[in-house]
Every structure is written in C-alpha cells, then in structure tokens.
C-alpha cells in the first residue's frame, strides 16, 4: 500500500510539473489585481474609461480599448486573452522581460513585477478564456489609420530632468 501511495504520488507531482505551474484561486486573483492596479483595462478593454471602469466580462482585455497615433505611427493594443492562450507562461515571462514595445505602453514597469506576480496575471488572463478577435495591427508613420485613436503631440525632445 505504501507503495502504492507513494508511486500515486510521483504520478501526480510528475504529472503536475509537465502541464507547468497553475495559480490557484489567490494567484488569479492576485493576477486580477495587478491588472486593475496596472491599469491594463485602460489600453486593453474597448470602453473601458468611457464607461467609468466597468466592461463586461467577455469585454475585459480584448484589445483596441484605447489607440494611439504619434510620430511612432498608430498602435492598438493587442488583445491579451488571445495572445496568453497562444504563448506558454516561459515565454510570457521571457517576453514581459525583454519586450521593447511602441508607445503609449509603459512596457517599463514589468521590471518592478516579481515572476509570481507575472506567472498570476498569466493565470488570471487565462482564467477569462479565449475572447474577441485580434486587435488592429500596427500602422507605421504616414499612413491611413483607422479610427478610433488618439492623437499625441510629442514635444521635439526630452524634457528637462527637474534639478537639472
């Protein structure tokens, strides 16, 4: 019998490190949180501040929200509950680590996030399921663009650094 047990064991702990880590019911809402706190509905949920931070669930992170047009060209952000049910949580990581993204996404403030914290937002977008199409792809400076999105008048250069 405890034989048994313990090869049920290596079975199931076997089995567990195959499939990759899962986020309990904490870790995705945990993942829910760094999303609000994020502010990634803002870009990432169509409208989402036109209505005051409320969308429907099969709205929430969809893409297209909030468009951006400025030197750079006109991005859309993408639509993240597509884009996590097509990459493993590795690659997530790796990607939140290394991404060197277009504006208005302040790609910058993944170094501030733990790996358990990006392995519970990974958890969470996932939990929502596969939902919507895929945003807009990226138009480059000079093009036609479809509406909607806003437009920024970026200054000539860097401000000054206050104290400087």
């Not at 501040?49 to 409320?54: D, I, N, S, T, V």
């Not at 958890?123 to 479809?146: E, I, N």
Request: proline share 10%.
């Amino acid at each position: 019998m405890k034989r048994f047990l313990l090869a049920l064991g290596l079975l199931v702990s076997c089995t567990a490190m195959a499939s990759g880590p899962s986020a309990g019911r904490h870790g995705i809402a945990h993942g829910k949180f760094l999303v609000g706190f994020g502010a990634c509905n803002d870009c990432h949920t169509p409208g989402w501040a036109e209505h005051g931070g409320k969308a429907p669930k099969d709205m929430l992170l969809t893409g297209g929200g909030t468009n951006f047009q400025g030197p750079w060209g006109t991005t859309y952000p993408i639509n993240l509950r597509l884009y996590f049910h097509g990459i493993t949580l590795k690659q997530w990581i790796h990607n939140a680590r290394t991404v060197k993204a277009r504006p208005a996404m302040p790609y910058w403030t993944f170094r501030y996030l733990s790996d358990k914290d990006l392995a519970d937002i990974y958890a969470y977008v996932r939990s929502l399921g596969p939902a919507g199409k895929p945003a807009h792809d990226y138009v480059p400076p000079g093009q036609q663009a479809p509406a909607p999105y806003l437009k920024l008048v970026v200054p000539a250069g860097p401000p000054p650094l206050a104290g400087h």
